[in-house]
């Protein structure tokens, strides 16, 4: 069965700390993964997507397939970096599974 | 480009009416998908169009849900009768056809609250 999982519901840093969300996933084929986030009152957007190997606003994630892991890191978290976050996995087809999501809160 | 327009913007109704939800994608996106949030859980896929066509209706709770995509365009999702359980976000979807890799863009959801 598809499944995302991110074990933290909430995760507090202090700005300027690095960060990391954590990301697992349960796929038996090869996974398209993608990082999803939605800011105070604004709509949920792709942030990054493991195909394109990119940083987005300071962020990077590495697909690591012997832990079936996609974690969202940061070296230094910055304020406006407080939002809701959600990995999501696109297996078979079009269809994308989203896991529970993260909310980041950074601290001045 | 116009994003993916959804209204309402929210919507109170009370147990047992019916509310119907619409979705405009992307001009020239021919996937659209629902997906709800549900307080303190995570997006749920409810179901995909391919153009007018479903695609995959698996993620539809019961019969209560019916799902249209008249001509292709817009779409609607219609609650009916509505039930306390189906308060929640909804979120419509679009993403360009064959676009293996690419992620979607999405509306800003219509919050639905069933009292």
């Known amino acids: 069965a598809q499944r995302v999982t991110q074990p933290e519901k909430l995760l507090s840093v202090f700005k300027g700390a690095p960060v990391e969300l954590k990301c697992n996933y349960s796929y038996s084929g090869s996974p398209e993964l993608f990082w999803y986030v939605q800011y105070s009152r604004q709509r949920l957007q792709l942030l990054l997507r493991h195909i394109s190997r990119e940083s987005i606003k300071g962020f990077t994630a590495d697909l690591n397939k012997g832990e079936t892991s996609f974690h969202l890191k940061k070296p230094f978290a910055q304020e406006e970096d407080s939002a809701m976050y959600y990995c999501?996995?696109?297996?078979?087809?079009?269809?994308?599974?989203f896991g529970a999501g993260t909310r980041l809160f950074v601290k001045a | 480009e116009a994003g993916v327009t959804q209204f309402p913007s929210h919507s109170v109704i009370e147990k047992g009416q019916t509310v119907t939800l619409r979705c405009d994608p992307i001009s020239g996106h021919d996937n659209l998908y629902w997906y709800r949030r549900v307080m303190g859980k995570e997006i749920k896929f409810l179901l995909h169009f391919v153009k007018e066509s479903k695609q995959d209706e698996s993620g539809m709770p019961n019969n209560r849900f019916l799902a249209e995509r008249t001509g292709g365009t817009y779409s609607t999702l219609k609650v009916q009768p509505a039930e306390l359980e189906d308060s929640g976000v909804y979120f419509c979807?679009?993403?360009?056809?064959?676009?293996?890799?690419?992620?979607?863009?999405f509306g800003s959801g219509t919050r639905l609250t069933v009292v």
């Open positions: 999501a996995l696109k297996g078979g087809g079009f269809k994308t599974i």
């Open positions: 979807a679009s993403s360009q056809l064959h676009a293996a890799g690419y992620g979607y863009t």
